[in-house]
């Protein structure tokens, strides 16, 4: 089980290196001041490497569920995973393997926090490089 959990994390790490280097690279290939699609385009693209990361979790967990004859078909364990990945759906699991519920949980928390923190920064320099900076009112009220 630590094991499973270990992985997924690596699996996540990888997944982000490889999304902010894909970022970073076509950032460095495009000239400033980039359109707003060419922005947009990167930020869609890093949204897509993050899912297809989480993708790939979610199918090792199901397939986990699979070898140790805890899930009746493929489907059905990647479904369950995929719910309890991102929220807890607890009482699918026979009951000597309840436990990988909760760490499964855990570990699709752990890793959409990780993804938002990526894709925060993502947007942010997105948002810094395409929306003008708001400019300080100026105090029209006159002073009698």
């Known amino acids: 089980m630590v094991l499973l959990l270990g992985l997924t994390m690596a699996i996540h790490g ?13 950032k460095d290939h495009t000239k400033p001041p980039r359109p707003v699609s060419i922005g947009l385009g990167i930020v869609i693209l890093a949204t897509w490497i993050i899912i297809i ?4 979790e979610v199918v090792i967990w199901g397939q986990f569920f699979i070898f140790l004859g805890a899930q009746p ?6 479904y369950h995973a995929l719910v309890n990945y991102t929220t807890l759906d607890s009482g699918y699991l026979p009951q000597e393997w309840r436990l990988l519920e ?3 949980a855990m570990a699709g928390l752990l890793t ?5 923190g990526v894709l925060y920064t993502l947007v942010e320099d ?4 395409h929306v003008p900076p708001r400019r300080k009112l100026e105090n029209t009220v006159k002073n009698e």
């Not at 990361?53 to 790939?56: A, E, H, M, Q």
């Not at 959409?112 to 938002?116: K, N, V, Y």
């Not at 997105?126 to 490089?129: A, D, G, L, S």
């Open 73 to 78: 078909t493929s489907s059905v364990a990647i």
């Open 14 to 26: 990888m997944g982000m290196l490889l999304t902010l280097r894909v970022t970073n690279w076509l």
């Open 112 to 116: 959409l926090a990780w993804s938002t």
């Open 126 to 129: 997105f948002q810094r490089t």
């Open 102 to 104: 909760g760490l499964l």
């Open 53 to 56: 990361t989480s993708l790939v």
